[in-house]
Nanobody
Framework: QVQLVESGGGLVQAGGSLRLSCAAS????????MGWFRQAPGKEREFVAV??????????YYADSVKGRFTISRDNAKNTVYLQMNSLKPEDTALYYC???????????????????WGQGTQVTVSS
């Protein structure tokens, strides 16, 4: 069982930055691929980024909409994954969720279905 707790959300002006954190419980954090998703009002939850654990090592994947602006990283010693968000836009406004999977797929990493554990979310609001 893995419990995830997000923090770091808030209100920021367009062009600003925020860093989200997701603290995970359990001693096997390093074995999980950790992802971020977001859900805006009236929209489906969508993939943002993932820090993957694969047979060849570590990899990161991003949604096209955030590539070049967001950076995902992890600190296994602290059981924490981060999402650094720069150059924020009003369309980035959403509830951001952290998720964990022990079964990473390089072809389905963007799919909610492969993630086993979810946090409660942290709100990010970007004003224009």
């Amino acid at each position: 069982q893995v419990q995830l707790v997000e923090s770091g959300g808030g209100l920021v002006q367009a062009g600003g930055s925020l860093r989200l954190s997701c603290a995970a419980s359990g001693r096997t954090f390093s074995r999980y691929s950790m992802g971020w998703f977001r859900q805006a009002p009236g929209k489906e939850r969508e993939f943002v980024a993932v820090a993957a654990i694969t047979w060849t090592g570590r990899s990161t994947y991003y949604a096209d909409s955030v590539k070049g602006r967001f950076t995902i990283s992890r600190d296994n010693a602290k059981n924490t994954v981060y999402l650094q968000m720069n150059s924020l836009k009003p369309e980035d406004t959403a509830l951001y969720y952290c998720a964990a999977t022990a079964s990473f797929s390089s072809t389905r990493y963007y799919s909610r279905g492969i993630y086993d554990y979810w946090g409660q979310g942290t709100q990010v609001t970007v004003s224009s």
